[in-house]
Every structure is written in C-alpha cells, then in structure tokens.
C-alpha cells in the first residue's frame, strides 16, 4: 500500500509540474560551474545554487502558465494546480534572487526571469501582440541568448577579461540554442497546430540537423581560438566530450527515439541534453591531464 501510495503521489500533475524542471535547472548550475572552469573562477556553491533556482523559476513558470501548444506537448501536466507552480516559481525566484544580489550580482536574476515571462506571453502594442515563440529559430534564439547571457553575467562579476566573459556568452548560449532545437523535434505536432514555427516544423529534421552540426562545429572552432589566445583554461576532456556526444547525437537521433520499445533509444534525447556535463566532470576528475 505504501509503494501504491508513492507511485499515486509522484503521478499527481501538480507534483509532476513541481518537478518538471528539476533535472534542467540541475544542469543549468553545472553549466555554469563549466564555465567557472573555463575562465579560472574558484568553485562558488550559493551562485550554483542560485542560478539552479532561477533556472527552475523559469522554465516552472513556462509550464505553468497555459499555452496552446502546451496542450499537445505537455499533455502530462493537465490538470495541475498552477497555484503551486506560481508560488513555486515565486519561492525559487526570491530565494535565488536574494543570494545573487548578496554577492552585487544585479541584472542576472531579472534577466531570465522577465524574457521568460515575455517569452511565454509576448508584448502587445495596441492591436500587435508580438510573441517570441512565433518566428522559426526565433525562440531558440532567445533561450540562447537568454541563459548564455546570464551565465556570462555571473561569470563576468569575478572575470577581469570582457574576451573571455565573451566567449563564455557565445558558447553557452549557442549550446542552449542547439538543445532547446532538439527539444522541438519531438514537438512539432504541438508546435504546428499552434502556429509556432520552429526549425524542424519549418525546414524539416534533416536541414535542421545539417545547420544545428553547423552552428556546434562553429562554436567549437571559436573555443579552440579562444584557448590558442589563453582567453580560457584548457578544459580539453570537458571540451572533447562535450564536443563528440552532441555531434553523434545530432547525426543519430530522430524523433522516432521517443516512441521506441528500447529504453537507451527513449531516454536517448534526456541524457544526452541533461547529463552530459555531469558525464563530463567524471570523466574530467578520473582522466588524467
């Protein structure tokens, strides 16, 4: 009865849409300590912490507030108490908030926070309503510019060198651009019937593939000139890594995965995009240099 009953209480939405973001605001703070790596910072728990909290009141408060497309994509959160996800994201924000201001860190909490709200809604001016979501790339575009910027906001409080905090700002956010287009190949009967055009709705998975290999490629070779420049520490196992897993995902993977009877082709997409850094520092603290 009482596994009954834990298996009931984690299948409830509400907890479902409390939880949904766990594993990606996670990865957002190993993101950043990555980046510490690269630019020389010392290991700084409370910005990790505050960054994995900002990152959950984010991405929570996308899901909690109703979109059409949503209805498709997230059909799993149907019916959860979005009370509970608005005093979640609330409870992440401040507590996030609080310890970023602590340390003169500004403008980084507000960042994501407000585009996401904007993201999620849109701008109306007068009969216009302006939506990010509704370009192809375009929301891709600002998922990556918004938590690239955000981690070079963190990381340039402590960096003395803007080349450095610029290409910190340029990888990342490129690398978020690349997993949040992945993300949308699974969503695109969502995304079509509510009239948001992202990349593989509007140029097909194989054209997609080919300029997301492009835009990886590109942003590797400005990571290799950034290290021939000293402008960041060479992290060559994270790096290589990295570099590989995402290059063989994007040739291998197709949406196809998600329905599979075999469980590595299902998770396929979730480990590769979620656990890569964590696979990265292992690999990392148990090869030697």
Known sequence: MKICSGVKFFDNPTIRLLNSSTVVAISGALRLHVAFLLT????????????SLIVYATYTLDRTLECKEDALNR??????????????????????????????????????????????????????????????GVKNAVIGLTW????????GQWCSSPAAVAVIFLFFGLKVFITSCVNDFKDVPGDVAAGIRTLPASLGERLTKIILIAILIGSYCVVVCALLQALIRDECVLLAFGFLITLVFLIFYTPAFENSSQLVLRKMREFVISWETVIGLVLRACVPV
Do not use: N, Q
Not at 81 to 99: N, P, Q, S, Y
Not at 148 to 155: F, P, R
């Open 75 to 136: 059909g799993e959160l149907a019916g959860a108490d979005k009370r509970a996800g608005m005093a979640g994201c609330l409870a992440a924000f401040l507590v996030g908030t609080a310890i970023l201001l602590h340390d003169g860190i500004w403008a980084a909490p507000f960042f994501p926070f407000i585009v996401g709200y904007v993201y999620t809604r849109g701008i109306r001016i007068g009969p216009v309503h302006l939506r990010f979501k509704a370009g192809a």
């Open 40 to 51: 020389g910072i010392a290991m700084r728990i409370p910005e990790y912490i505050a960054f």
């Open 148 to 155: 690239g910027g955000t981690i070079a906001l963190i990381v």
